[in-house]
């Protein structure tokens, strides 16, 4: 039986993987800058985003390792459907 290369994947809508990467790529992000403030709230229950401390400062995210492996599988399917 064929075992699922990504057995951690979450199901993620459009909006969740843009406020992903922009957490991703312009990381430590402050909360004024987030794309979708309800978005980031599910991807920090889904484990793919942390809140944090930026030189003691409140209102920060940064994406986790566990968030770029799905940005990663992300992109990788993306780029398997193209013709």
């Known amino acids: 039986m064929p075992t699922d290369p990504h057995p951690r994947m979450v199901a993620l809508c459009a909006m969740e993987i843009e406020t992903l990467r922009g957490i991703h ?3 430590p992000t402050w909360d004024g800058d987030v794309l979708s403030k309800s978005c980031r709230d ?8 942390v809140k944090m401390l930026v030189r003691g400062a ?26």
């Open 25 to 27: 790529d312009k990381g």
């Open 58 to 83: 409140e209102g920060h995210q940064a994406c986790t390792y566990y968030g770029r492996e799905v940005l990663d599988a992300i992109g990788a399917e993306f780029s398997e459907r193209k013709p």
């Open 42 to 49: 599910t991807l920090v229950s889904k484990g793919l985003v």
